[in-house]
């Protein structure tokens, strides 16, 4: 699994070449409480990085989600609109909340390996 992290505690996977998928981290779910309700984007729909991409509200509060690399939506994750719980209890896996077909996949080396976003989470 070839994972980034960006400052907005979402989580990029590039494992999969064909398209990168994208969630929110355990930092975020933690700080969010029970997520109650997901606005996933559209298929097809294009974002440069850093626009929001979708968004998470939860019991306490509501957040963007914002997109980790530029490129076009070509999954979304229907079981999580169906259960937003997901994000909760398995924020990494199945919980994850769009697949993207980066524009320029160069974008991602710009974003946080796991051990400096454990060090920026611990300061969050």
Same mark, same amino acid.
Do not use: C
């Given at each position: 699994?070839?994972?980034?992290?960006?400052?907005?505690?979402?989580?990029?996977?590039?494992?999969?070449?064909?398209?990168?998928?994208?969630?929110?981290?355990?930092?975020?779910?933690?700080? %969010?409480?029970?997520?109650?309700?997901?606005? %996933?984007?559209?298929?097809?729909?294009? #974002?440069?990085?850093?626009? /929001?991409?979708?968004? /998470?509200?939860?019991?306490?509060?509501?957040?963007?989600? #914002?997109?980790?690399?530029?490129?076009?939506? /070509?999954?979304?994750?229907?079981?999580?609109?169906?259960?937003?719980?997901?994000?909760?209890?398995?924020? %990494?896996?199945?919980?994850? #909340? #769009?697949? /993207?077909?980066?524009?320029?996949?160069?974008?991602?080396?710009? %974003?946080?390996?796991?051990?400096?976003?454990?060090?920026?989470?611990?300061?969050?």
């Amino acid at each position: 699994m070839t994972v980034k992290y960006t400052n907005d505690h979402e989580w990029i996977d590039t494992s999969d070449a064909a398209a990168a998928t994208v969630g929110i981290t355990q930092h975020a779910q933690d700080a %969010l409480g029970d997520v109650v309700f997901v606005d %996933l984007p559209s298929i097809g729909a294009s #974002f440069k990085k850093g626009e /929001v991409a979708g968004v /998470v509200e939860s019991v306490k509060a509501a957040a963007d989600i #914002f997109m980790p690399a530029s490129g076009e939506i /070509v999954a979304v994750n229907e079981a999580l609109r169906a259960d937003p719980s997901l994000a909760n209890t398995d924020p %990494l896996s199945s919980g994850w #909340f #769009f697949k /993207v077909k980066l524009a320029d996949p160069a974008e991602t080396s710009e %974003l946080l390996d796991q051990t400096a976003y454990d060090e920026f989470a611990k300061n969050a």
